[in-house]
Protein backbone atom coordinates (compact mmCIF):
# COMPACT_ATOMS: atom_id res chain seq x y z
CA UNK A 1 0.00 0.00 0.00
CA UNK A 2 0.89 4.01 -0.43
CA UNK A 3 -0.19 7.08 0.46
CA UNK A 4 -0.86 8.91 -2.54
CA UNK A 5 -0.64 12.45 -2.02
CA UNK A 6 -0.33 14.05 -5.15
CA UNK A 7 0.49 12.91 -8.90
CA UNK A 8 3.60 14.75 -10.40
CA UNK A 9 2.84 16.77 -13.50
CA UNK A 10 4.62 16.70 -16.66
CA UNK A 11 5.11 20.55 -16.53
CA UNK A 12 6.41 19.95 -12.62
CA UNK A 13 3.54 20.96 -11.15
CA UNK A 14 1.30 18.95 -9.00
CA UNK A 15 -2.61 17.75 -8.81
CA UNK A 16 -3.01 17.16 -5.12
CA UNK A 17 -5.30 14.42 -3.67
CA UNK A 18 -7.45 15.66 -0.72
CA UNK A 19 -7.46 13.76 1.34
CA UNK A 20 -4.46 11.15 0.51
CA UNK A 21 -5.93 8.04 -0.92
CA UNK A 22 -4.06 4.85 0.27
CA UNK A 23 -4.37 2.14 -2.80
CA UNK A 24 -2.18 -0.87 -3.52
CA UNK A 25 1.01 0.45 -5.74
CA UNK A 26 -0.88 -0.84 -9.22
CA UNK A 27 -3.94 1.02 -8.96
CA UNK A 28 -1.91 4.46 -7.17
CA UNK A 29 0.18 3.90 -10.50
CA UNK A 30 -2.99 3.71 -12.92
CA UNK A 31 -4.82 5.88 -11.82
CA UNK A 32 -1.85 8.80 -11.28
CA UNK A 33 -0.77 7.73 -15.11
CA UNK A 34 -4.71 8.89 -16.12
CA UNK A 35 -4.94 11.83 -14.11
CA UNK A 36 -1.06 12.47 -15.38
CA UNK A 37 -2.18 11.25 -19.44
CA UNK A 38 -5.86 12.06 -20.05
CA UNK A 39 -7.72 13.50 -17.10
CA UNK A 40 -6.08 16.96 -16.60
CA UNK A 41 -6.30 17.63 -20.41
CA UNK A 42 -9.74 17.76 -20.67
CA UNK A 43 -9.76 20.68 -18.41
CA UNK A 44 -7.49 22.88 -20.82
CA UNK A 45 -7.16 25.91 -20.73
CA UNK A 46 -8.21 25.60 -16.93
CA UNK A 47 -5.57 23.80 -14.77
CA UNK A 48 -6.19 20.94 -12.60
CA UNK A 49 -5.14 21.20 -9.26
CA UNK A 50 -6.71 18.83 -7.05
CA UNK A 51 -8.80 16.11 -6.62
CA UNK A 52 -11.48 15.48 -4.03
CA UNK A 53 -10.99 11.65 -2.89
CA UNK A 54 -14.05 10.76 -1.72
CA UNK A 55 -12.88 7.10 -0.48
CA UNK A 56 -9.60 4.81 -1.01
CA UNK A 57 -9.10 1.92 1.18
CA UNK A 58 -11.49 0.83 3.49
CA UNK A 59 -11.21 -3.03 4.89
CA UNK A 60 -14.91 -3.81 3.97
CA UNK A 61 -17.22 -5.63 2.01
CA UNK A 62 -18.96 -4.28 -1.31
CA UNK A 63 -21.57 -0.82 -0.60
CA UNK A 64 -20.42 -1.11 3.16
CA UNK A 65 -22.71 -4.23 3.58
CA UNK A 66 -21.52 -6.76 6.24
CA UNK A 67 -21.15 -9.99 4.70
CA UNK A 68 -20.77 -9.55 1.19
CA UNK A 69 -17.84 -9.98 -1.02
CA UNK A 70 -14.64 -8.14 0.02
CA UNK A 71 -15.37 -4.48 -1.99
CA UNK A 72 -11.84 -3.27 -4.42
CA UNK A 73 -11.81 -0.98 -1.82
CA UNK A 74 -10.94 -3.69 1.18
CA UNK A 75 -8.37 -4.97 -1.34
CA UNK A 76 -6.65 -0.96 -1.87
CA UNK A 77 -7.73 -1.54 -5.87
CA UNK A 78 -10.67 1.21 -5.84
CA UNK A 79 -10.61 4.76 -5.36
CA UNK A 80 -13.68 7.13 -5.15
CA UNK A 81 -14.07 11.05 -6.90
CA UNK A 82 -16.88 13.50 -5.57
CA UNK A 83 -15.22 16.53 -7.17
CA UNK A 84 -12.10 18.03 -9.54
CA UNK A 85 -10.46 21.19 -8.33
CA UNK A 86 -9.26 23.88 -10.95
CA UNK A 87 -6.65 26.61 -9.97
CA UNK A 88 -9.07 29.38 -9.29
CA UNK A 89 -10.78 27.59 -6.80
CA UNK A 90 -13.57 26.20 -9.23
CA UNK A 91 -14.69 22.84 -8.35
CA UNK A 92 -16.44 20.64 -11.00
CA UNK A 93 -18.06 17.65 -10.05
CA UNK A 94 -18.07 14.73 -12.65
CA UNK A 95 -22.05 14.07 -11.75
CA UNK A 96 -22.82 17.55 -11.63
CA UNK A 97 -25.94 17.87 -14.87
CA UNK A 98 -24.44 21.76 -14.53
CA UNK A 99 -20.87 20.81 -15.44
CA UNK A 100 -20.89 20.60 -19.51
CA UNK A 101 -22.06 17.46 -20.81
CA UNK A 102 -19.23 16.96 -23.39
CA UNK A 103 -16.73 17.67 -20.73
CA UNK A 104 -18.47 14.66 -18.27
CA UNK A 105 -18.49 12.48 -21.48
CA UNK A 106 -14.71 12.65 -22.15
CA UNK A 107 -14.32 11.74 -18.88
CA UNK A 108 -16.00 9.18 -18.82
CA UNK A 109 -15.17 7.34 -22.09
CA UNK A 110 -11.56 7.82 -20.59
CA UNK A 111 -11.73 6.71 -17.64
CA UNK A 112 -14.04 3.27 -18.85
CA UNK A 113 -10.64 2.91 -21.11
CA UNK A 114 -8.19 2.73 -18.50
CA UNK A 115 -9.98 1.18 -15.39
CA UNK A 116 -11.80 -2.07 -15.06
CA UNK A 117 -14.60 -0.88 -13.30
CA UNK A 118 -16.45 2.69 -13.75
CA UNK A 119 -19.05 3.22 -11.29
CA UNK A 120 -21.48 6.44 -11.73
CA UNK A 121 -24.95 7.37 -11.54
CA UNK A 122 -27.45 4.94 -12.40
CA UNK A 123 -25.03 2.22 -11.72
CA UNK A 124 -26.75 1.61 -8.69
CA UNK A 125 -27.80 3.73 -5.63
CA UNK A 126 -24.44 3.43 -3.65
CA UNK A 127 -23.26 5.73 -6.78
CA UNK A 128 -24.93 8.38 -7.64
CA UNK A 129 -22.95 11.08 -5.96
CA UNK A 130 -19.44 10.26 -6.92
CA UNK A 131 -17.58 8.18 -9.37
CA UNK A 132 -15.78 4.85 -8.76
CA UNK A 133 -12.58 3.59 -10.48
CA UNK A 134 -11.18 -0.05 -9.58
CA UNK A 135 -8.84 -2.31 -11.37
CA UNK A 136 -10.89 -5.54 -10.45
CA UNK A 137 -9.27 -8.85 -12.45
CA UNK A 138 -12.03 -10.44 -14.30
CA UNK A 139 -12.63 -13.30 -16.50
CA UNK A 140 -11.39 -12.26 -20.12
CA UNK A 141 -10.85 -9.04 -19.40
CA UNK A 142 -14.45 -8.39 -18.80
CA UNK A 143 -14.96 -4.53 -18.18
CA UNK A 144 -17.89 -2.57 -16.32
CA UNK A 145 -19.04 0.93 -17.15
CA UNK A 146 -21.66 2.11 -15.88
CA UNK A 147 -22.26 6.29 -15.66
CA UNK A 148 -25.16 7.83 -16.68
CA UNK A 149 -24.00 11.22 -17.88
CA UNK A 150 -26.86 12.57 -16.75
CA UNK A 151 -28.52 16.45 -18.64
CA UNK A 152 -30.82 16.62 -15.58
CA UNK A 153 -30.72 16.03 -11.77
CA UNK A 154 -33.12 13.27 -10.73
CA UNK A 155 -34.56 12.31 -6.99
CA UNK A 156 -33.05 9.33 -5.40
CA UNK A 157 -34.69 7.52 -2.93
CA UNK A 158 -33.53 7.28 -0.11
CA UNK A 159 -33.80 3.20 0.76
CA UNK A 160 -32.40 1.25 3.98
CA UNK A 161 -31.15 -1.79 2.40
CA UNK A 162 -30.94 -4.80 5.17
CA UNK A 163 -28.00 -6.72 6.05
CA UNK A 164 -27.69 -10.49 5.91
CA UNK A 165 -29.20 -12.34 8.48
CA UNK A 166 -26.67 -13.53 10.97
CA UNK A 167 -25.07 -16.64 10.45
CA UNK A 168 -25.63 -19.40 13.86
CA UNK A 169 -23.29 -19.79 16.12
CA UNK A 170 -21.99 -23.51 16.75
CA UNK A 171 -20.87 -25.03 19.93
CA UNK A 172 -18.19 -28.54 19.90
CA UNK A 173 -20.28 -31.09 19.12
CA UNK A 174 -22.92 -29.37 17.23
CA UNK A 175 -23.06 -30.62 13.64
CA UNK A 176 -23.65 -27.24 10.72
CA UNK A 177 -25.94 -29.54 9.09
CA UNK A 178 -29.31 -31.22 9.93
CA UNK A 179 -29.24 -35.48 9.44
Known sequence: MVRLEAVKMPDATSV??????ELRCEMATQFADWVRNDAAAKFA????????????????GRNR????????HGKGNAL?????????GKLVSPVDPKVAHELRDSLKQSACKTFSTVLGPGSDGYHEQHIHFDIAARR????????????????????????????PVF?????????
Open 16 to 21: AINPPA
Open 45 to 60: PARLTAIANFDSYDCR
Open 65 to 72: VAGAKVSE
Open 80 to 88: DIRAFALAG
Open 140 to 167: GGYRICQWDVRDKAIEVAKVEIPTPRAR
Open 171 to 179: TSGQSAHAD
